[in-house]
Nanobody, 115 residues
Framework: QVQLVESGGGLVQAGGSLRLSCAAS????????MGWYRQAPGKQRELVAT???????NYADSVKGRFTISRDNARNTGYLQMNSLKPEDTAVYYC?????????WGQGTQVTVSS
């Protein structure tokens, strides 16, 4: 059974940084694509960043140059480094994993950026 557990969210001032983690079990991050999405109150869930099994990354325009997606294959953990945070980055952040054409989601972690 595939499980994803996010951590690292919290309250930070604008301009600050946070690093989110996504610990995976039951599936290998090295062999599968993973991504980070976010959902702000009253809004739809939106793509933040993705990374393929080959290491190719993709970012939403709103986070390019500020966020970095990565993974540690030995730890089977994905990361989202978030710098220069803005109040509009406030949302619940979710990681997902595509394994055998099935998409798995974590439970989410809250990120709040104060102005």
């Amino acid at each position: 059974q595939v499980q994803l557990v996010e951590s690292g969210g919290g309250l930070v001032q604008a301009g600050g940084s946070l690093r989110l983690s996504c610990a995976a079990s039951g599936s290998s991050l090295r062999k599968n694509a993973m991504g980070w999405y976010r959902q702000a109150p009253g809004k739809q869930r939106e793509l933040v960043a993705t990374i393929t099994s080959g290491g190719t990354t993709n970012y939403a325009d709103s986070v390019k140059g500020r966020f970095t997606i990565s993974r540690d294959n030995a730890r089977n953990t994905g990361y989202l480094q978030m710098n220069s945070l803005k109040p509009e980055d406030t949302a619940v952040y979710y990681c997902n994993l595509l394994d055998a054409l099935r998409l798995y989601w974590g439970q989410g972690t809250q990120v709040t950026v104060s102005s």
